[in-house]
């Protein structure tokens, strides 16, 4: 059984800064590549961020493109979004994301097949 779990959310003033983590436990296999989502209530759920794990190739959400910076440990089996200038909109349910399959697009949510609980973000103005 693989388990993702997020950490490094809260409550934070716009403008400010978080540094979320996935860590991966349980059986262990090779990621093709890892992800952040984020859902607001009442919206869909939205790609924030992804990373193929085997060379560091990264795509971003145009919402948050040039704030956020994905990145991973290998040694560790986690995954990072540091978050910078954070803004109200920012605020939702952040989710990471795992995907095994090779080649599948890293924006698109079905290319995942492992998902952790999520780590709520808030960000006051």
């Known amino acids: 059984q693989v388990q993702l779990a997020e950490s490094g959310g809260g409550l934070v003033q716009a403008g400010g800064s978080l540094r979320l983590s996935c860590t991966t436990s349980?059986?262990?296999?090779?990621?093709?590549?890892m992800g952040w989502f984020r859902q607001a209530p009442g919206k869909e759920r939205e790609f924030v961020a992804g990373?193929?794990?085997?060379?560091?190739?990264?795509a971003y959400g145009d919402s948050v493109k040039g704030r956020v910076t994905i990145s991973r440990d290998s040694a560790k089996n986690t995954v990072y979004l540091e978050m910078n200038s954070l803004k109200p909109e920012d605020t939702a349910v952040y989710y990471c994301?795992?995907?095994?399959?090779?080649?599948?697009?890293?924006?698109?949510?079905?290319?995942?097949?492992?998902w952790g609980q999520g780590t709520q973000v808030t960000v006051s103005s």
């Open positions: 349980g059986r262990t296999f090779n990621w093709y590549a």
């Open positions: 994301a795992g995907d095994r399959r090779f080649g599948l697009p890293l924006p698109i949510r079905s290319s995942y097949d492992y």
């Open positions: 990373i193929i794990w085997s060379g560091g190739s990264t």
